[in-house]
Each structure stands twice: as structure tokens, then as C-alpha cells.
């Protein structure tokens, strides 16, 4: 009977679902305890027990993987590998496997759910009702604004769908080449990361994150933002300057930012952050759809079983 360690929150929220297939599967399944993921020590701690993982965004260091005697496959729930150090998985023998393309559609609804949120103003009609206040806001439509999307890939062209519908004028920037199909009908124009700064009312990130996007949007990206943005991340924590945030917010450089990730989670309750009226926030859930979970279930442990 092999071994696995499961830590992939949304799995565990729906344990029950898998019983049978892991016993189907002669899977001896240990179950982690855990909020948002395991911390390197809690891996050291159990990692040499097991033949296989089954993980959220766990922390798979060198230092693991030097004590994963056993291990011979890390099945990740959903797309991003970042948080798995890949030459230490091949140095080791352990196969990684992901699902690609996972949340393309909750991921880029959710972005669009910030987005019309900033642009009606419901979050602060909402807080001003409930505290007696009857104000009309300023508010404005979508198609008024110009949309920077940095990443073209899979979520972001999701994204520039919805705002070609919205009549958005859409600036994008990708370090890959986009298909032409793709620009030419979402009309997208592929510019440098400064033109999104310097003429997007918003910007919204949808990029990987590596060695080239961690901390994309530093003190130096938001001085050079123009036209006061609202900042969307539903991508990495990373890919923002925690620190660089708090300064931009704090000098009125932006108008506001929605954020489902964080470079710390979860966020610390103390956080400065969380004091601005201006900052939307969600709990890293914007995958969040039962359809597409199911999926990726599926899909995680047809990794797992196929490379145990």
C-alpha cells in the first residue's frame, strides 16, 4: 500500500468525495492539518514516510527533498509550480506533475468581479447604507477605461474576452508570443509593461510568477503610473511589492487595488493593509467553482496514480 500525504486544501475540504478511490487504489492517505499549506518544517518533520504527495502551494524545497527517501511523485492541485523548487525534484527522482489551463474562467470572473466592483462603487454603497449614509457616488462604466493586462495567457485572454464585451480598450504585455487570432479578436495591443503604467486606468496581472515577475510592481512601476490605476491581482502574491503597495496607497498613486493573493498568507490580522477602504479582498479563492474543481480532482489524482 503506497503512502500519501494530501494537503491540497480544496481537496481536503471534500475528503469525502475520494474514499473510494483511494481505496480502489490501495492509497493509504494521511491527511494534512493545515490552513493555506504546510510550512517547510512540517514537511521535513513527516516527508520521509511517503511514496507520493498530493499538494496545494507547500513549500517542496531542497531540504525536503533530500529527506523524501520515498517519494516518487508531487501531484499539484491547479496550475502554479512556483512554490516546488523543480531542479531538486529532478535531482531527487521525483516527477512533478500540475493541471494546466485549471481556472481560466472562475479566475478572470473573479477579476471582473473587482472590476465592477471599483467601477460601481458597491463596496463603499454598501458600507455607506449599512452605517446610515443615503450619498450618491461617482461612478463610471467599464468601456470608459483603458485595461493593462500583463500576462496573455490562458487566464489573461479569459480577462480580455470579457473586457472586449465591455467595449475596454485592452493594452496587453507578455513575454511570450501571443496567437494573432487571440489580439486580433479581443483587439489587443501588445505594448511594454511602462506603456500599461503610464495609460491603463487598470491594471490586472495574470503572469507566472518567476525570476522576471517577482515583485513586478515595485516603488519604481508604481511612480510611473500616470492615470492613478486600480490594481488587480488575482495571480501571485509575489508579483507585488508588499511594502511598494502600502506606499502607493499611501501616496494616493493608485485609486485602489482588489487582491486574492498576498505574499504572506494569510494575511497577518495587524496587516496595514487591511485599514484601506479602497482595498478589496479575497482569501486566495478565486478558483473557487464546483465544475472546475472537479476537474482538477480528477485530474490530480490521474497524476498521482500514473506516476506512482
Known sequence: ??????????????????????????????????????????????????????????????????????????????????????????????????????????????????????????????QNIKTGIWRKTSCFTLGEKTLGIIGVGNIGAQVAKRAYAFNMKILGNDIKQIPPIIIEQYHIEMVEKQEIYENADIISIHCDLNEQSFHLLDREAFDAMKRKPYIINTARGSHIDHLALLYALENDLISGAGLDVFEVEPIPADDKLLSFPNVLLAPHNSNSSPKYWDIVHKNTLRNLIKNL
Open 1 to 126: 500500500m503506497k503512502k500519501i500525504l494530501l494537503s491540497a486544501p480544496y481537496m481536503l475540504m471534500e475528503i469525502d468525495k475520494f474514499h473510494d478511490f483511494f481505496r480502489e487504489h490501495e492509497l493509504d492517505v494521511t491527511c494534512a492539518d493545515i490552513t493555506e499549506h504546510m510550512s517547510e518544517q512540517d514537511l521535513l518533520n513527516v516527508i520521509e514516510y511517503y511514496d507520493g504527495a498530493i499538494c496545494g502551494d507547500d513549500p517542496y524545497t531542497e531540504a525536503v527533498f533530500s529527506k523524501a527517501k520515498r517519494l516518487k511523485v508531487i501531484s499539484k492541485w491547479g496550475t502554479g509550480i512556483n512554490a516546488i523548487d523543480l531542479r531538486a525534484a529532478q535531482k531527487y527522482g521525483v516527477i512533478v506533475c500540475n493541471t494546466p489551463n485549471a481556472f481560466s474562467h472562475p479566475v478572470s470572473d473573479t477579476t471582473f468581479a473587482f472590476m465592477l466592483s471599483f467601477a460601481r462603487n458597491i463596496s463603499l454603497n454598501t
